[in-house]
């Protein structure tokens, strides 16, 4: 994500969240039209049009669903963007930075057609995410069908695991920047865990709440602090710039699986599209030239760019895991801190509902029904508690950041997309004559998700031991 990917305010009230989506699911449903003659491809859902079998009562519009869009993007994790371009340098940053960009948002289109296209294959007006994956398989060719269930939990594992420990580095972040607040004015110079400890006061009391609507106006404020936030912060990075050649323009080779993690985990926000494309009055034009998500993306990719560069180009190999951090001492810097952190803060709960749905389908039949409440809300708050100890654990912000993005972000935001659309177009490539281009792209796709995941995770982990056993890090080629 890097978002903030997890900022998702509107769009998630509308559509009940994509777990709420996904869980409406009925499994038996879906494969008695498979067997009803279905699965034969393309050509046999010409009767079918899911977008005019939508609901349309409350209906985004195209504007409504860019700026949705651009809410999941920018967010938090825009801040992170300077730390990428110093593990990338000045010139490769913003090269890999576009680089990623387009493979990011060409990897959304590939899911959200195949979404629409496995949507008139079983009649159903929409899909969600872990259906996409699960409905792919199938629909598709015999030998794979047995794999629908297993690519059902692998996406649902997937959605988990970024949502869940992305508020984990959030955690870290609040943690981190009223720690730099209370150092500079109150000279404490605590622990970074003590205040991670104290954050579970309010986290558990605001990360608890269920019903979306009560968290209308914690997003409200939490979309004005970051904005202003942000706007300050970038203000900030534009004053009193060295030359450029005072910066790296090419870092090191070891180096760049922390960029490319970074900027994924800044910039991947796939878990989110298809609940705004399913919502929209008009989901043909989600797609296309120039499309909403096309436009979004190129802003989005632009304003990473800039920020990653001016911000790394201030402060150098000084630069943090949260941009904000290298603000100086000053009132109106450490309100800026505070804001961002804010408006963190502000957003837990609505961030958490992805992860607690999911978990509470799979645990809820044990509580009995007049418990159903209470067991709900006691699961959540055991699970926000355990992002307080996650935090605790790994309390150091920029390589929290790289782990979440090589593991979670490349696994979701890459790998899924290439194996639903290989296997969505399965028959139409097997019959066509010549080299079957769509696999071997797929398949570069794939690879290189794994090599993110395992380049990323070694880099991250070896960052994490170089900080916590206090070796000195690994210096960037001079």
Request: charged share 15%; proline share 5%.
């Amino acid at each position: 994500m890097g978002n903030e990917k997890m900022e998702k305010g509107e769009y998630l009230e509308k559509t009940q969240s994509m777990v709420t989506i996904d869980g409406s699911f009925n499994t038996s449903s879906t494969l008695k039209l498979t067997d009803n003659g279905t699965k034969k491809g393309i050509e046999a859902d010409d009767t079918y049009e899911p977008f005019s079998n939508r609901d349309m009562t409350h209906a985004t519009s195209n504007s409504g669903a860019f700026f949705h869009l651009l809410k999941s993007s920018l967010g938090s994790g825009i801040l992170a963007m300077p730390n990428a371009f110093k593990n990338g340098g000045l010139i490769f940053g913003i090269v890999g930075t576009i680089l990623t960009g387009i493979i990011c948002t060409y990897c959304v289109h590939m899911l959200v057609i195949c979404s629409q296209i496995l949507s008139a294959r079983v009649k159903k007006p929409t899909l969600g995410f872990a259906e996409t994956a699960e409905v792919a398989f199938q629909t598709g060719p015999t030998k794979y069908k047995q794999w629908a269930g297993f690519a059902r939990e692998f996406v649902y594992g997937a959605l988990f695991a970024t949502y869940y420990f992305g508020n984990t580095v959030y955690v870290v972040l609040i943690a981190t920047s009223f720690k730099q607040v209370m150092d500079s004015n109150l000279g404490l110079d605590w622990d970074i865990r003590i205040y991670i400890l104290f954050l579970a006061l309010p986290l558990v009391p605001v990360g608890i709440i269920r019903t979306l609507k009560y968290l209308v106006p914690f997003s409200a404020m939490a979309t004005v602090f970051i904005m202003v936030g942000l706007g300050f912060t970038i203000a900030y990075t534009l004053e009193d710039l060295p030359p450029v050649t005072s910066r790296h323009y090419f870092t090191s080779w070891h180096q760049l699986p922390l960029f490319f993690s970074t900027v994924l985990f800044a910039m991947e926000g796939i878990g989110t599209v298809i609940p705004i494309e399913n919502s929209m009055k008009n989901p043909g034009h989600f797609l296309g030239c120039p499309g909403v998500l096309n436009i979004a993306m190129i802003i989005v990719v632009n304003l990473y760019g800039c920020v990653g560069f001016f911000g790394y180009l201030k402060y150098g190999d000084e630069t943090k895991g949260s941009v904000t951090l290298n603000l100086p001492a000053t009132a109106l810097a450490e309100s800026i801190k505070i804001l961002v952190a804010l408006s963190i803060l502000f957003t837990y709960g609505l961030q958490f509902t992805v992860p607690t749905e999911i978990v509470w389908k799979r645990i809820s039949h044990k509580f009995s029904e007049e418990n159903q409440e209470k067991g709900y809300y006691i699961m959540r708050a055991f699970m926000i508690l355990g992002t307080v100890v996650v935090a605790s654990a790994v309390p150091n912000l920029s390589p929290a950041i790289s782990l979440v993005g090589a593991i979670c972000l490349s696994t979701l935001g890459l790998f899924c997309p290439a194996v639903i659309d290989t296997i969505t177009f399965w028959e139409e490539d097997i019959t066509a004559s010549g080299i079957p281009w769509r696999w071997v792209k797929n398949a570069a796709i794939a690879i290189a998700a794994l090599l993110a995941l395992l380049s990323g995770t070694y880099a991250s982990l070896i960052e994490m031991i170089h900080e916590y056993s206090q070796l000195p890090p690994i210096a960037p080629v001079e």
